[in-house]
């Protein structure tokens, strides 16, 4: 019986296997464009644009560098580079990815170790940067959620967390066209490498 074909040919010119994902592979302009046109909470938000997972990664390191400042630029990349995965297998909401089952986790663990190898980060990152990261990851989906995805407050802090930062207060949430985005995307990266 055929294998199924598990992989998929980018802009680049590169073939990328999602079963086995080498370093080598994967392109950061394909990442860029791959999540500038992956629209999070699956479309539903107001605007002219889809929010996108590249906007939402731009924002996700920009909360993580204002919680720790005194973080490596390393670490600032590892927050930019926190949903890069979902360029290939996109963005699912949560109540989807417990529908698909640890599958999804397995597909994107190996993904993101391929991700942080190529960008000269560890495969796997320290615990204590993955949970920073993820408060930051938590705080910009409060965020989202009450400005431009229809939550209020009360249901965004039960379902997110209540955020206990100030910037909730400061972060004003602007969509933009997928090649803005991508473009601010790709600059901060090359400016988060170039710092290490």
């Known amino acids: 019986m055929k294998q199924p074909r598990a992989w998929q040919r980018m802009l680049s010119g590169r073939r990328l296997d999602l079963l086995d994902p080498a370093p080598l592979d994967i392109e950061i302009e394909d990442i860029a464009r791959g999540l500038s046109f992956q629209a999070r909470w699956n479309g539903q938000t107001i605007g002219e644009f889809p929010y996108s997972v590249a906007e939402h990664s731009i924002l996700v390191e920009q ?114 066209p997928p090649s803005e985005t991508r473009e601010s995307f790709l600059a901060r990266h090359t400016e988060l490498l170039g710092g290490f």
Do not use: C
């Not at 170790?113 to 320290?126: E, K, T």
């Open 63 to 176: 909360i993580f560098a204002a919680l720790y400042p005194k973080s490596e630029p390393r670490w600032r990349l590892a927050a930019l580079l926190h949903d890069a995965p979902e360029f290939v297998i996109g963005d699912m909401i949560s109540p989807v990815k417990a529908a698909v089952g640890p599958g999804y986790k397995e597909l994107d663990d190996r993904l993101m170790a391929a991700v942080h190898l190529r960008f000269g980060l560890p495969a796997s990152l320290p615990a204590e940067i993955k949970k920073q990261i993820k408060r930051a990851d938590r705080i910009s989906a409060w965020l989202e959620a009450v400005q431009i995805a229809g939550f209020n407050r009360p249901e965004a802090d039960r379902l997110f967390g209540k955020p206990n930062s100030e910037l909730i207060e400061r972060v004003r949430i602007t969509l933009r």
